[in-house]
């Protein structure tokens, strides 16, 4: 009896270690398991987060640049407090322009038309500049008032469309002046150096209009520096 009860006790004990051991395999599946799966949700989560951030990116904006935009005037002997003999100049007639460089110039002009004389008629046309002129007429009176309506040209009437022209001979540029009005132009500048403009339209003093202040600096002629 002892012996058989030791069998069975013996037999017992080797079924319950049997089943302790499967319930650990199977504990240990499972926790393996878990861990796999846990480890996949993260790796999900985390690069569906890296694939937003690189997808995503901050936008940057860029501030345009503007172009440069000077202001010339042309004032009559009048409003410079001499006489027809001084005649009219531009204010300034020299300054400074940046080197390699689009620029926009409107030139105010207050003075009247002068007819282009037979053989310079080709000056009533413009030359160097970007696109087209745009010109608006000016209130003499009121040159600060209501705006008018701004018309664009490539060339003016020479024999009573052009005031003063705006040339400079190294630059190839030619810009007729429409008379009291602003006139606008864009042109490239080109490489430093100092360049003189003239205005090719006679409106000095003299028999051939080329006296007085066509030939004199600071009036119908100048400097312009590009630096």
């Not at 951030?53 to 936008?59: D, E």
């Amino acid at each position: 009896m002892l012996v058989q009860t030791s069998a069975a006790t013996s037999e017992d004990q080797e079924t319950t270690v049997k089943k302790t051991a499967a319930i650990g395999v199977t504990a240990s599946t499972i926790g393996v398991t878990i861990l796999f799966i846990l480890g996949v949700v993260a790796w999900s989560i985390g690069r569906g987060a890296a694939g937003s951030a690189t997808t995503a990116p901050a936008a940057v904006k860029v501030a345009p640049t503007a172009m440069p935009h000077y202001y010339l005037s042309i004032e009559t002997p009048d409003m410079l407090g001499g006489t027809e003999d001084t005649g009219p100049a531009y204010v300034p007639a020299s300054f400074t322009l940046p080197a390699n460089e689009d620029v926009t110039l409107t030139i105010v002009n207050f003075d009247d038309a002068t007819a282009l004389p037979a053989g310079s008629e080709d000056y009533a046309t413009a030359k160097g500049i970007k696109g087209s002129l745009s010109i608006e007429p000016l209130d003499t009176v009121n040159p600060n008032g209501v705006a008018k309506a701004v018309t664009t040209a490539t060339s003016l009437d020479p024999a009573k469309g052009v005031s003063h022209t705006f040339t400079i001979v190294k630059l190839g540029l030619n810009v007729p002046v429409a008379p009291k009005a602003r006139t606008t132009f864009t042109f490239h500048t080109g490489a430093a150096g100092s360049y003189t403009w003239q205005c090719m339209d006679p409106c000095g003093c003299g028999d051939t209009g080329w006296g007085c202040a066509m030939g004199h600096m600071g009036y119908m002629r100048g400097t312009v520096t590009v630096a």
